[in-house]
């Protein structure tokens, strides 16, 4: 199993990024997807998750109304929009993968994603 994070960058508040993540080696449409990212210094949190079909999503406070999580299943891929990035959001963002679907809790995905970096000057 594969999960290849793509899309990260350096960008100013303000701006806007889109991350990809493309899994191979399962079957995509039974796994519920997510993002979490970690900071420097801090833990790794929860950022968004998408169920397997048709798709709720969830999202951390902090992100909710500015983060988009969507999936192509077709591609095996989710993806996330992320709008009006802010300092804070400065992390490397990570996909996962959960065969038991959706969950805040990183311990509970299957498989990770080596993760991309994103940063966002002020």
């Known amino acids: 199993v594969q999960l290849v994070e793509s899309g990260g960058g350096l960008v100013q508040a303000g701006d806007s990024l889109r991350l990809d993540c493309t899994a191979s080696g399962l079957t995509f449409i039974n796994y519920a997807m997510a993002w979490f990212r970690q900071a420097p210094g801090e833990e790794r949190e929860f950022v968004a998750a998408m169920s397997r079909n048709p798709g709720s999503t969830y999202y951390a406070n902090s992100v909710k109304g500015r983060f988009t999580i969507s999936r192509d299943n077709a591609k095996n891929t989710v993806y996330l929009q992320m709008n009006s990035l802010k300092p804070e959001d400065t992390a490397v963002y990570y996909c996962?993968?959960?065969?038991?679907?959706?969950?805040?809790?990183?311990?509970?995905?299957?498989?990770w994603g080596q993760g991309t970096q994103v940063s966002v000057s002020s």
């Open positions: 996962a993968a959960n065969i038991e679907g959706s969950s805040y809790y990183s311990d509970e995905y299957d498989h």
